[in-house]
């Protein structure tokens, strides 16, 4: 299968990225630099600042913005940041294992109003997975106890938190911990990954017994359903591949190797509404020999999103990978 090179056509997707920017380089979070969620209308290229953390004190919103993740209407998108009280303690830590999501809790914007609104709290690390497919309910994890250095492994919480009310609910303690979860096309099931036998299972929304749903013979992340149900897409091994329910995968998209860093995919493929084409988020990170002449850093971290049509490969750059982000999410306009 040759690797598509991904191009710049008006004929692709339209619709909105959101995504986490550094805004100040300067100022230290435990990975370096602060960041603001900013909006890029696809075709257009117009760019507008959705956060400003810096802008209401009162707020107590922090700069480690990152992960923003839209509903399925676009009107609202979640994101992990910390809180601004954070950040001396922040200051300490090295955002290597077992603490990568220390201090980060799941925060809320309505993007036509602008407000910002804390949902979470709790200082151990929150993970948002997704939305459920009526945009009410939302997943996500959250260490069950503080890890150390000597014993990093520690269980995963899984929590279905319900944006109405503001409340979660635990429904699961996984072992293994938890490395992706997604919702069920009906949204009655969260179905999750976890280690050591990377099958997939899955958990009734309101809690109870997990079953094994997939048992893959190979690696595979981010299985989801195709609009009308018929089709399914996954990542591995660094290839995208779309298959009939129950038939045989078609690799369809490769990620191309890069100089200085490795690329890998940032979260599960995203269907078009028409079901022709699949965006998929890219993830760029490595280090270079001089600093950046932006960040002053040798390290960087660089989020693409590209759509892929189905029937023939061809590739559209979405978000081009130019700039230091913290992750990126897509929502279809038309």
């Given at each position: 299968?040759?690797?598509p ?19 100040s ?9 602060r ?13 507008t ?27 609202r ?28 809790n ?8 602008r407000?910002?609104?804390p ?21 996500a ?6 890890g ?50 990377k ?26 359903y ?51 084409w ?12 001089v ?9 960087f ?31 279809e306009?038309?």
């Open positions: 299968m040759p690797s090179i991904a191009v710049r056509d008006p004929g692709g997707p339209r619709g909105l990225v959101v995504y986490s920017r550094l805004v380089s300067e100022d230290y979070t435990a990975d370096g630099g960041f603001d969620l900013f909006l890029l209308e696809v075709p257009s290229g117009k760019v600042r959705l956060t400003d953390h810096q802008s209401t004190p009162t707020l107590n919103l922090g700069g480690a913005i990152r992960r923003p993740a839209f509903s399925h209407d676009g009107k998108i979640l994101f992990l940041t910390d809180y601004a009280s954070s950040d001396d303690r922040r200051k300490t830590m090295t955002g290597a294992a077992p603490y990568p999501d220390s201090f980060l799941v925060w809320q914007l309505a993007l036509r109003t407000e910002v609104t949902v979470t709290r709790g200082d151990l690390g929150w993970n948002v997975f997704g939305w459920s497919p009526n945009d009410r309910f939302f997943c994890k959250y260490l069950s106890r503080a150390s250095l000597d014993s990093p492994a520690t269980p995963d919480d899984l929590y279905v938190w319900d944006t109405a009310t503001l409340k979660g609910r635990r429904i699961a303690r996984v072992a293994n911990g938890i490395e992706d979860a997604y919702w069920s096309a009906d949204g009655s099931r969260i179905i999750y990954r976890s280690d050591p036998s099958h997939l299972f899955a958990i009734p929304r309101v809690g109870g017994r997990s079953k094994t749903y997939v048992q893959p013979e190979a690696e595979m992340l981010g299985y989801v195709s609009t009308d149900g018929k089709k399914v897409a996954y990542t591995g091994s660094g290839t995208v591949y779309v298959s009939g329910r129950g038939g045989k995968s078609k690799p369809l998209y490769k990620l191309v190797e890069t100089p200085n860093g490795a690329s890998t995919f940032d979260g599960p493929p995203i269907w078009s509404k028409d079901g022709r699949l965006i998929i988020k890219t993830k760029y990170v490595g280090g270079t020999k600093r950046d002449p932006v960040t002053g850093w040798y390290a971290q660089r989020n693409g999103l590209v759509a892929v049509r189905i029937a023939d490969g061809h590739a559209v750059v979405l978000k081009e990978p130019n700039e230091e982000t913290r992750g990126l999410d897509w929502h306009t038309d």
